[in-house]
């Protein structure tokens, strides 16, 4: 059974640090391109930032040299480091796993991020 279990959200204020985790179990870690999406009520889920089974990454332009995607294929683990928070990042935040292999993709449940003025 695949399971994406996404930890660290929480309540933070403007200008501080939150750490999220993903973990993965139930699929090959390491073959998986991996990302952060996020969603707000009435919104559709956007893209926060991706890391490739190789390693490479890619941010949205709004979170651009404030957050940092990284993973740890021994431990099947996704991190997003968030500095500077806003308002407007507040969000559910959730993991995703793309399988480009076997063409599956999976996600996590979600942690709620709320950043408060």
């Known amino acids: 059974q695949v399971q994406l279990v996404e930890s660290g959200g929480g309540l933070v204020q403007a200008g501080g640090s939150l750490r999220l985790s993903c973990a993965a179990s139930g699929i090959i870690f390491c073959i998986n391109d991996m990302a952060w999406y996020r969603q707000t009520p009435g919104k559709q889920r956007e893209l926060v930032a991706t890391?490739?089974?190789?390693?490479?990454?890619n941010y949205a332009d709004s979170v651009k040299g404030r957050f940092t995607i990284s993973r740890d294929n021994s431990n099947k683990t996704l991190c997003l480091q968030m500095n500077s928070l806003k308002p407007e990042d507040t969000a559910v935040y959730y993991c995703h796993a793309n399988d480009k292999v076997f063409y599956r993709e999976f996600w996590g449940q979600g942690t709620l991020v709320t950043v408060s003025s």
């Open positions: 890391i490739t089974s190789g390693g490479n990454t």
